[in-house]
């Protein structure tokens, strides 16, 4: 019980941190009403609670609208990410196939060596991406280096004996690569996801801040940070509230997923129970299996 409390302690510190940007960008275009009148550039007080923007708008109405789309583009763009990186790397872990494998990960490996935000900006420079653009640009970007994680931690559990007790078996390629390499990669993968998440968010904010993907006077949390960092010292408010959600929201996630990632976890057993079948474990045979189930038994132990 008490090994689990730092894991239950950073797991409600990392939803109370993530909740408030959430809440902020999934609620807030429901509660800020309609705009009210433009004012004076960069002012505080005068009916504005964080005072107005490079263009005079109300801060706090900027801030309700802004967050929506930092946090679909995000969230959307690692779940495309994934949904190509996944099927990829657990083929190219347990194929036996080498030119397979090579064909499936040599071209990722090309897109690998362009940086991430040079390849947005040039395609950001033929074509004009609006947000969906965007999360298919950062997907992209994103899908090498998470596919070369997934086939590092398939690999490693598809070297296991119990695979080739599976396939022995005559089990489906579906039950060998999903069923129990898939599940004993969970833990690294989320893992890794928890990290990918937050490198998504910093690349979406800072392509929206160059100026990709949304208008450059659109209500965005990290257009924001860009149009009114010139009256930081006269306003600073413009600047500090929409920084500090993105930061929550990139921090809590992170507490959430190593919470998740310190709870004990559950081993995947069917592989090994069917490898104990193999052995002559079986309560059923009353003789231990030969032939393609040998090279599992342990040496000296003596055959009935």
């Known amino acids: 019980m008490t090994a689990r409390a730092p894991a239950g302690s950073r797991f409600l510190l990392g939803a109370v941190i993530v909740a408030v940007p959430l809440a902020l960008a ?31 708008r109300d801060v706090w109405q900027q801030v309700l609208h802004g967050g929506r789309t930092v946090v679909l583009t995000g969230l959307a763009a690692t779940a ?6 996944l099927p990829v790397g ?14 499936l990960m040599r071209p990722l490996d090309v897109l690998l060596a362009v940086p991430s935000l040079l390849l947005i900006l040039l395609v950001a420079s033929v074509f004009t991406p609006g947000a969906v653009g965007l999360a298919l640009l950062v997907a992209l970007v994103n899908v090498p ?5 997934v086939r590092a931690a398939a690999g490693e559990a598809a070297a296991r004996p119990a695979v080739e007790a599976l396939r022995m078996q005559g089990e489906t390629w579906w039950r060998v690569a999903v069923g129990y390499v898939g599940r004993a990669t969970v833990r690294t993968l989320a893992a ?13 904010s800072t392509a929206a801040f160059l100026g990709v993907g949304v208008a450059p006077d ?9 149009r009114n960092r010139t009256g930081l010292m006269v306003q600073p408010w413009a600047v500090v509230v929409p920084a500090v959600l993105i930061v929550a929201l990139t921090t809590g996630t992170n507490l959430l997923f190593d919470a998740v990632l310190g709870a004990p976890s559950e081993v995947p057993r069917r592989g090994l129970w069917r490898l104990r079948l193999l052995r002559g474990w079986s309560r059923s045979s009353p ?18």
């Open 26 to 56: 999934l609620l807030g275009p429901v509660l800020a009403g309609d705009p009210g009148p433009r004012s004076v550039s960069f002012t505080l007080g005068g009916g504005h609670w964080l005072g107005t923007d490079f263009v005079g």
């Open 80 to 85: 495309l990410a994934y949904l190509v990186a």
């Open 90 to 103: 657990l083929v190219s872990a347990v194929t036996r196939a080498r030119r397979l494998e090579e064909l």
């Open 145 to 149: 280096d998470a596919a070369r994680i």
């Open 192 to 204: 890794d996801a928890g990290v990918r998440l937050t490198g998504v968010l910093y690349l979406v």
């Open 218 to 226: 659109a209500a965005d949390w990290a257009v924001m940070v860009d």
């Open 287 to 304: 003789r231990p299996f030969r032939g393609a189930a040998e090279p599992f038994l342990e040496k000296g132990r003596r055959v009935p």
